[in-house]
């Protein structure tokens, strides 16, 4: 979680804060830049990339909760996993950036639970089952 700097075509530097957000199998690749608010993923506008508006109110809580709504710019990469576990892994990215770049946001966010990885994961199927629990049909005759 180093900072990083990019050069504009007026080749002052801009600060970028990065991080990695993890949720279930998806993994976020999160760069945060001072900015008026545009979130960006895998290339897309993030209402044309979720297609839920529930997901995209997901990945904004960590904002409201550090009151820094339409600050940054986010750019990022996610892989793996479906939407909702992308959605997470976007806002624990976002959550873990915004703390390497204004520190003293770290208890709001942490009590809120942002910061902390969700562990839950797909239980895996066993044998003799027709998935992690459920039997095959039982026939008496």
């Not at 915004?98 to 902390?116: D, N």
Request: no cysteine; glycine share 10%.
């Amino acid at each position: 979680m180093a900072t990083t700097r990019r050069v504009t075509e007026s080749n002052a530097p801009v600060k970028r804060w990065y991080a990695t957000g993890r949720r279930k199998e998806a993994t976020a690749r999160v760069y945060l830049s001072a900015g008026t608010g545009t979130i960006t993923v895998n290339g897309r506008e993030i209402a044309e990339y979720l297609r839920r508006p529930s997901l995209e109110m997901l990945i904004g809580e960590a904002f409201e909760i550090a009151d820094r709504k339409g600050q940054f710019d986010v750019a990022v990469t996610v892989a793996g996993g479906g939407l909702s576990g992308q959605a997470g892994a976007i806002r624990h990215g976002i959550s873990r950036a915004l703390t390497v770049a204004e520190p003293e946001l770290r208890p709001a966010l942490k009590s809120a639970g942002f910061m902390t990885r969700d562990a839950r994961a797909k239980e895996r199927k066993k044998y003799g089952r027709a998935a992690a629990r459920a039997r095959f049909q039982f026939s008496k005759r």
